[in-house]
């Protein structure tokens, strides 16, 4: 219960904040033709997104083969005091066997961690143009509240009922709709409706999401009160053995849920802006796709806990699933690179199958 309320005052409190900190933003930079990153001619872009419209012969986009900046930055520093502050927390844990300490660890760590992948990708979309820190900060807040009100209680109602099982089968729709639950309620009041600023809320409601799952989870490895995915009934509690399962959640789990929801919100946010209500079977088409892939990758969880061969090939599987959905999600998410960070950032960010079929509008700029 008083989880659920501080879910409700989290949730309520980083809403108001992102609703008075978010304003009307011009299109950075505004909209015109630009080169083309895919051939020597011009393209337009919108002021948010890059059209369908062609025009004309013009130099190509000079890519080059050295790129500044892609790997520099204040994101590899958060990275590295995450990774410390893991190493330091967990060794006071294994000696103390404090569980408070491993909750504090893991919650500043995932939030290193996390804080590190936004600013690396804010760094190739200049995300900081369409969502403030504070923003970005009020959405993770606001999602980690959701998931303490309504995912918890949710997968908590439906594993007491139905069983570990069906809890996996549904935590897809489950979870995923709890994280798009606040940057879909902003879009439809008519805020951060930019593609850019889809991809920004997206990955902020992945980040709130994995820090609080990350956080619990250490309490209830420690407590063995958290779900019984194999049925063992006596799950090992030895710090040890949760210093070992959150490293592992921390750098290879709890990161697909901010690329799982920021490649969702990069391809539905990006159709609506391109096409309107036309482009809405796209985007709830990748919704549910991510929701299907979210759920059968906590499935295999449970699906092989009687074949130990079975289980490694899932675990390297969903290690696989990590690249994949790193490399789908920069693929879209590349797509919203903005006219002057092309061919200066990283060439894997340049932006490729950009729109062939223009909307209905015209451009109005003249070349």
């Known amino acids: 219960m008083a989880l659920s309320v501080l879910g409700a005052v989290l949730l309520a409190a980083g809403v108001m904040v992102a609703l008075v900190g978010s304003r009307p933003?011009?299109?950075?930079?505004?909209?015109?033709?630009?080169?083309?990153?895919?051939?020597?001619?011009?393209?337009?872009?919108?002021?948010?997104?890059?059209?369908?419209?062609v025009s004309g012969d013009a130099p190509a986009v000079r890519v080059g083969h050295r790129f500044r900046g892609r790997f520099r930055g204040g994101w590899i520093w958060f990275l590295l005091a995450a990774t410390a502050v893991?190493?330091?927390?967990?060794?006071?844990?294994?000696?103390?066997?404090?569980?408070?300490?491993?909750?504090?660890?893991?919650?500043?760590?995932?939030?290193?961690?996390?804080?590190?992948?936004?600013?690396?990708?804010?760094?190739?979309?200049?995300?900081d143009h369409v969502a403030r820190h504070v923003e970005v900060v009020a959405v993770a807040v606001s999602t980690s509240g959701a998931v303490l009100l309504i995912a918890a209680n949710v997968n908590s109602f439906v594993e007491r009922t139905a069983g570990i099982a069906a809890t996996t089968a549904l935590v897809g729709i489950v979870e995923?709709?709890?994280?798009?639950?606040?940057?879909?309620?902003?879009?439809?009041?008519g805020r951060y409706r930019d593609p850019r600023a889809g991809i920004a809320l997206g990955l902020a409601s992945g980040l709130g999401f994995?820090?609080?799952?990350?956080t619990l989870y250490a309490f209830e490895l420690a407590t063995a009160s958290g779900p019984d995915f194999c049925g063992t009934g006596a799950p090992d509690t030895s710090p040890a053995t949760v210093v070992q399962a959150q490293v592992f959640r921390i750098f290879l789990v709890a990161p697909?849920?901010?690329?799982?929801?920021?490649?969702?919100?990069?391809?539905?946010?990006?159709?609506?802006?391109?096409?309107?209500?036309?482009?809405?079977?796209?985007?709830?088409?990748?919704?549910?796709?991510?929701?299907?892939?979210?759920?059968?990758?906590?499935?295999?969880a449970t699906a092989f806990c009687t074949d130990p061969a079975a289980a490694n090939v899932a675990a390297f599987l969903r290690l696989s699933l990590l690249v994949a959905m790193y490399l789908v999600f920069r693929a879209w998410a590349r797509k919203s690179t903005p006219p002057q960070l092309v061919g200066r950032v990283s060439r894997a960010w340049t932006p490729r199958h950009l729109p062939r079929t223009p909307p209905e509008w015209r451009p109005t700029t003249t070349q």
């Open 25 to 53: 933003r011009a299109g950075v930079p505004a909209a015109g033709w630009f080169p083309d990153p895919q051939a020597a001619r011009q393209r337009y872009w919108d002021s948010r997104a890059w059209t369908g419209y």
């Open 86 to 127: 893991l190493a330091a927390g967990s060794e006071i844990y294994e000696s103390s066997g404090d569980i408070a300490v491993m909750g504090a660890t893991s919650l500043v760590s995932m939030a290193g961690v996390g804080w590190a992948f936004y600013r690396f990708v804010a760094r190739q979309l200049a995300l």
């Open 176 to 189: 995923e709709g709890t994280k798009l639950l606040v940057p879909l309620l902003f879009f439809a009041v």
């Open 210 to 214: 994995a820090i609080t799952e990350t």
């Open 256 to 300: 697909l849920h901010w690329l799982w929801t920021g490649t969702a919100t990069a391809v539905a946010w990006r159709l609506w802006h391109l096409y309107g209500r036309r482009g809405t079977p796209g985007a709830v088409g990748a919704i549910a796709l991510v929701m299907v892939i979210h759920s059968l990758n906590d499935s295999s």
